[in-house]
């Protein structure tokens, strides 16, 4: 199995940014899709941006031109840069990964990481 951990939440003024970083236990290459979800308190779990192994990248509506997702595949690492932060954005954050492991669909996910916009 994969492990995931997020990092870089924090507390943010409205207007902020923040970069979020997800570091993979596995080589990313292998990975065909990495993707970020938030659930903010009393919530569901949302969809927020995804970036496929052939680096296409898509986001919820919520979240387009605001952020962006990218990949370092030399450091097995997966970013999300935060900019515009808006209170509605505050929740915690978590890295997601979809794989073939044995030749089974697995998908993995991080402990998450907090970010809050407040003033």
């Known amino acids: 199995q994969v492990q995931l951990v997020e990092s870089g939440g924090a507390l943010v003024q409205p207007g902020g940014s923040l970069r979020l970083s997800c570091a993979s236990s596995r080589s990313i290459r292998t990975i065909y899709r990495m993707a970020w979800y938030r659930q903010a308190p009393r919530k569901r779990r949302e969809y927020v941006a995804e970036?496929?192994?052939?680096?296409?990248?898509m986001y919820a509506d919520s979240v387009k031109g605001r952020f962006t997702i990218s990949r370092d595949n030399a450091r097995d690492l997966v970013y999300l840069q935060m900019n515009s932060l808006v209170p509605e954005d505050t929740a915690v954050y978590y890295c997601?990964?979809?794989?073939?492991?044995?030749?089974?669909?697995?998908?993995?996910w991080g402990q998450g990481t907090q970010v809050t916009v407040a003033s």
């Open positions: 997601n990964a979809d794989y073939l492991d044995f030749g089974t669909h697995t998908s993995s």
């Open positions: 970036i496929t192994h052939e680096n296409t990248t």
